[in-house]
């Protein structure tokens, strides 16, 4: 989503996070452009969902912290979505669980009919808030603003109310040496869950997250049926993984 946006819109949204807010003539200043230009800009940033309008200036609407990383390898992120998309058929019900890579699933789900997805994402709102053929049950939580997730018991008790045909997992790090990891203890324990509530679980990640390794363990990497990454993928390791009884996809 960040990627679709003008050089001059990047530049904006990087003052206003290191500011938290700016004002209307202060980014006329740094971005030597006209006050009606920034206000232009703002009113375009405003209906992409990236910031809110204040009294003669603007803020984020964003945690710095997920924006930075729906930035990096935005390309990859993306074919792996689209790729994850193609899994799921008309009439599934599929759970996909807070990731910058995972949310970008329900951007690739314009032509599907009758899905409905149950999320702790709230990104993945962007994408299907107007997609009359996608339903959406957002489970509640507590909500961290760095995921744009929700999780807590609250989250763990709506999950045991769903039984899907698949999930949709991401990861801070994986590899068959250290199973699949999160950075926040209260992420894994969500997806810990969800892998119990599907019959098939899938993680999307891109290569980069490859032999790196999260704070909190969610589970084996033999113990997913599919990993969906980037062809960035060290491909002496294929086998490796294949042999656990995991499907690679590279795209």
Known sequence: MIGNLKEREKEILRYLYEENESSVSELSKKLKVSVVTIRSDLEKLEKKGFAVKTHGGAQPVYN???????????????RIAKKAAELINDGDRVIILAGTTSSLIGKYLYDKRDVHIVTNSTYLLNYVRNNANIKVTLIGGEFIPDAEATVGAIALRELENFSVKMCFIGSDGFSLKNGITANHIEVAEIAKKVAERSETTVLVTDSSKYNKNGFAFIQSANKVNAIITDDKFPSEELVNFKEQGVEMILV
């Open 64 to 78: 710095k912290a997920i924006i930075e990383r729906l930035g990096w390898m935005s390309e990859e992120k993306c």
